[in-house]
Each structure stands twice: as structure tokens, then as C-alpha cells.
């Protein structure tokens, strides 16, 4: 590699001002928010738009240099810290909202937009989308669906993103072709389904971390903004009357009483489990029939009504940021992941003897429901000056325990993120996922080192 | 290194990127202009990090991107919803230190020369600022209140000093003046990072006020109302007098009955916030109170408003070091008063006055942009 030519082609692609390889620029995207170490790309590149894309991977065949694709940078599990160094792609540039299709009530929007974005202006049409991530501001669409990423936001009735709200892709290939997935791949369609020409390859890029091609449009699919909405906030001592909760709230696949169900338990208060509900409907008689309905299943399970307001704040502040919730200490999400909906206990149940066995009261364990599981989460807030070695233990300790459990991850990144504590986990499933990356990027340029080494 | 004093701040940074927003690149103006991570409160917590840990040194592309900052507030207030870490502050403390590491951009140092030599940032002599003065209309050598004008106002903007004083003299209030006598107020230095040459400015400055014997010093100048309420104490304890922006003395005028407002058939106006009384010091109400008090007059807000307002790009010294990124910013501003469909913008300090004019012209607007006492004036004179 002639460093001087690839600068030189880096800015005859998108221009001086879009490309910096100075030192302070390369530690200003040297970090995600995980405690991972710095990783230094060797270039900072902004493309504009697919073109460039194009051209930039390109030249790193060319070049045979690594690309990684970052969204906001708002990844917990180092899923796109350049540990190759290479070509950093901030892809925040592409930020547009392409389209709101009212009639098939698709969004097509650049992978740079935001949830946020993307919900203010869908609001205006009387407009929403299904389910988001649970996290500040600027989690951009791109990074947060290449991850399959999920919150607490619809999660229960609809699950995790790419379930059925992602209707197709364009994108960039490792070798530089564009495609598109879904109808969007026949010549004369616009994105309004998402299966029916062969294998559903939406799926294949939903979850692949940016390693199979590089997102440059999503369409999604929104529905009308709901006319009535109910909160409910219950008090439970025991998890094992949480699990009957959701089990009962998500027995009715497909018609599941709850948009959202989000508990959760701070290690200063064992015992005292917090949970946040929220119902959401077109009709008004449906809507108070479900509200009622999981008012009795609470109630049947020792749940104790508490105000309606905590749940409220927690779900409309969910996409647009909480208040206050860095002013402690910078966080650190350990054990996340999905089980089955019976499971729930016996997670808590090792949260709370690792917490005790290292006297780290500053925790809590949270879990919302999707239809027949849990998504479950230990938070962890820390002093990066005083306390960034003991909450790498820490976080390892758990990481291990929860997998060897059998907890699937819902995001494993690099190196630095989950990977390593998956080894010889997923065998024959990482070989086939190794394969196709090979196939599809004969020079390993595109995110090398993340989710498959 | 001044950013020593931040540390436990700089390491909570968790860099959850609410000081970008949801539109990323519509909260700071800095991320506005330069596009690159650097620019944003996160980037730059790294890059503070970095310095700590001796990692990076300053050097004059570092030190010019700290200069596409407008120290304008807007991220001290996103992240007043997350880790409360004053970024501002920061970036002053980087822009200090790089200073003290030997690195200093050429384009400041003429502007460090005037204020020393001159003690105004246009490099004029004092006897100008005193000439000025003395062709104010009316001056009263025993008065409670002393009009600090400021050297923007002063040396660009007399018309914003004569306006007011026209105003006084309407609700019969005598006022002083410190004419020749009158330094900077010392803003610049903080912007350029060399706060530490403030404190003769400041001992200076209230040893003239002091010598007048007033009871409240009144500025029109947003800059000047942050340093000398806000700044001057921290560096010479609890000052023997008040400081008051005149958009909270004309709100208090209006209310007491001493000013009689007459019809201004101007249609709609929209008034922009300036950042050092707005997000540094929490006057909103205030200047929107002035100008609904006069009849006729329909106040229409632009989507940024209040602590969310979009800075005029002239805050921070960018407009020295990278005058036309900052006059993009100014525009953008433009845009978002058209888009009221007001045919005016009003403001209520003279650097926002000067930067919103330019940005104005710029992008061939017709939107006319006025000075909070230019507005009040006129509603007197009807």
C-alpha cells in the first residue's frame, strides 16, 4: 500500500474537506461507548452518497486496506472500532429521509439518519415505525439495523428489528456492486415487501454487522401513529411472578397484549422489581380491554399498581434521551442478550451472586419482553479514572456466566466487544457465516476482525 | 495543563452523543461547520482524553479545529440531560493550554496586540472611544447608572448606544459614561484562551465604574453583560455595583409605565437569542416581553428558540479564524428567521447584530435585522 496514493485518491473521491488523517481527528473516533481501549483508524472519510461508496471500497480492494463502517458511533460492543486500522467510513453525511411512502407506508431513509429524525418527521404525517433501540438521540437507523438491534420500544409485540419491520436494503458489496433486497431488487418495484424473490437476503444483512455489504438506503415500514395509549407501572418482589407476567402478556403470538413490557432491579434494592408497560391501540375499547387484562394478570401475580407517570417518562423519553442518566458515571452494559421466556430467574439469580461477590452495588439488572423471550441486560456505572480494570472483570465474569447459560447475544462485534467469549459457542453456524463473507469479500476489506475473525 | 482541573469530568464523558441531537448536524453549530467528530462535545472530551494521557501534543490544525468551536452553550445544555459536563469550559481550558504549549494561530495574534496595546480589538486609539463618546446626545456626570458600551458597539455600532441613551432620556434616567476610560471588557481573551488576561481589564474597569459612585452598570452588548456579571466576580470577588443587560432594563421600564409604547405596523418580527444572555444566563423572557409590549407588533418565534437557539456564528472567535464557515452559520440563522415569514429580526446584542447583517447580505435576504433599542426607539418616536 503507497500511503501517499491512497490520500491522495481518498480526497479525489470526496474532496478535502471530507477526509482528515490527523492524529487528534483519528482519537476522536477511537472509542464507542464500551470500555474498549482506543483503536486509531489510519483515515477519516464522510462519503456522500452510494457513489462514493462505490468508489471508496474500490479502492480499498485496490489497496487491499480494511473499511469500517461507523454509524453515530453509539455501539456498546465495539462493533465497529477499525482494529485494523484502515479507512474509517462516518457515514452520518447520509442522513437523508428519501422517502415517506403514505400509501404502502414505507420510510426509505440513508443509513446516517436517526430513530429521532426519522420519528419527529413520520409524526407530522400521523405516522410511526414499529420498534427502536433504547438509547440517546443520535443512534443512527444504518448501524442500529445491521446489528438487529433492539429495546424495550415495541419490542414486545413486534421483536427486534429485521423480525418484519425491515422491508429491504440498498447496498454496497465488498467488491463494489450495488444491490437491492426484497421487491426494491425488481427493476419497476419500490420497497413494499420484503420476501418473494428467493431467500430473504434483507435477513442475511439484518444481524451481519456491517461485515456482508455497506447499508446506503433502508426502507422500513411505519403504520399510522396509535390514537390511544395506556401506561401501567407494577411493583413485584419476586421475578418468578415477573416471568408469569410476560408469559401471559406474550402467549397470543400475533396478538400480544402489550407494545411493551421493561423491568428491572438495581442491586441497591434486591427485591424491589420495577415494571413499565405499555399498551397502544386504534380503538379505544381494545385498548382499555388490554389494559384491564394485564392490570388482572399483574395483580393475579402479587404485582403491587404504582404510578402510571414512571412508565410514561421511561417510553416516550425512550428514542428522544432520558434525563440525567450519565450524571453518575459513564455506563457499561454487560450480559446482554436473549433468552426464552421461562428463563428469567436463573439470570438474575447469577447477576445477584456476582454483584455480591464483588460488592458493586452500582447495577441493575433489566429485561424487556418480545414475543416468547426476554432480552435481559446487566448495567454497570463506573468511574473510567478510578474503576476501568475492575469493571472489565466484572463485565467478563458476567459476559462468560450468561453465555455459558446460554444466552444468544444480540450484538458480538470485534475483538474488544463479545467475541471471545463466544468461542466454540456457534461452530458450524460461524463457519457458514465465515463462508459467506469469504465468498462475498475475497479480500476481507470490509470490517475485518468484527463478529467472525 | 488548565484541562487538569476537568479531568473527572473529561473521563465521565460515555460519549451517548446527546450534545449531537437528533438531527446530528443541527445542534452544533461547530459539527455544522467542520462535519468531523473533532468538532462535536464528545470528540473533543477524546481528544481532551488523549492530551491528558500524553498521547497528542497541540499543534496548529488541533488548535484551529478548537477554533471552529462558538463556545455558543448548545452542548452544555444537551448534556445537561446526560453527564453535565461543561464543555465550553473545556474547550476554553484546551484553547489556554494550547496557547501555553507555544501554539497560537496567526490570525489571533493580531487581535491579542490590539486588545493589549489598545485595549479595544478594532486597534484604535482611546481617544477615539472618548470622541465617540463625547458626540453621545446626553451624558450626566451624577448618575446611579453607568452605560458600558463595549467595543463593538462603540467602534461599529454608535447608533445602538445613541438609541439607548435616547430611551433613558425618554423615562428620564440620567446616566454616566466611562469614555475614554472604558477598556474591553475582556471577552476576546476568554474566547482566545487567554483568560488570564482578563484580570487587569477587569481591575480596570471597576476601578472606573467604582470611581463614578453608580449603582448599576448597563450594557447592550450580550458579550459584555457575561464578563461583567458573570466573569468579574469570579475574579475580583462580589462586584460594588449591578449588571444589567438592557433588555431586562427596558422590560423593567415597560412594566413600571416609564416608557409609553406607541403602534408599529412592522407585521411580523422574530427575535434571534443571543447565547451569552440567552444559554449562559437564562434571559428569554425578558426581550420577548419588550417587544410584545408594543401594539401592532406580532412576535413569531423561529423552531430554535430559547436554549435551543442556533448561535449567529458569531460567537468563539471562529468568525477570525474561519470567517466564511462562520458567516454559514449566520445564514443558516437567516434562513430559520425566513421561514417565520417575519420581515424582521430583532436581537439584543451588537455581535449578532454585526454577524446576521453580514450573513444577511450574504445570502440577499430581505429580512431586516434590528437592535432590540433601534425597535424600541422607533415605537417611542410613533
New interface residues.
Partial sequence: MNADNVWKELIEIVGEDRVSKSDFELYAYSRDLSPAKPRLASYIVRPRDMEDIVKLVKLANEHKIPVYVRGCGCSHWAAWLPVRGGILLDMTSMEKIVEIDEENLVAVVEPGCTWFKLMEELRKKRLTYLSSEMGGPAMTIGGSVVKAGGGPYGTCKFGFHGQMDIIGFELVLPTGEVVKTGSWAMSKCKPFRREGLGPDLTGLIVGSEGIFGIVTKVALRVRPLPEHEEFLYFEFNDWEDVVKVGDAVTIWIGDEAAYSLDCSEEASKVGAIGVRIYVFGYDKHIVTYRKRLIMDICRANNGKEGDPKIAEKTFKKVVSGLHGIFAAGVWHFAGCGTIPIRELPKYVKLWREIIERHKFYRSTFGAWAFPRGWTIYVHLLYSETMEHEKISLLSNEINSKFFENGMVPYGIGGPDGLQPFLKGEWDTYYNLVRKIKRFLDPNNILQPGILVE | MYIENF??QI????????C??????HVCPSRFIA????A?AR??M??A??LLER??DY?Q??AS?LFTCFLCGACDIKCS????IKITEITKAMRQDSINAGVMLDKLIPVAKALTESHNIYNKPSTKRAALLSQLPERSEKADLLYFSGCVITFRYPQIAFNTLKILRSAEIKVALLGEEEWCCGNPFFFMGMSSETEKFAVHNVEKIKEKGVKTVLTSCAGCYRVLSQEYPKILGELPFKVVHVTQFLNKLIDEGSLKLKKLDVGKVTYHDPCEIGRYAGIYEEPRSVIQSIPHIELVEMEKNRENSWCCGGGGSVNIVHTHLALSVGELRIRHAEETGAKMLVTACPSCVQMLELASKRKRSEIRVIDIASLVLDALKQ
Fill in positions: 479531568r473527572e473521563y465521565n464523558c460515555g460519549r451517548c452523543g446527546y449531537l441531537g437528533g438531527y446530528i448536524s462535519g468531523f467528530e473533532s462535536t470528540g473533543r477524546l481528544i482524553k488523549a498521547k497528542l499543534s490544525d488541533l479545529m440531560q446526560a453527564a453535565n
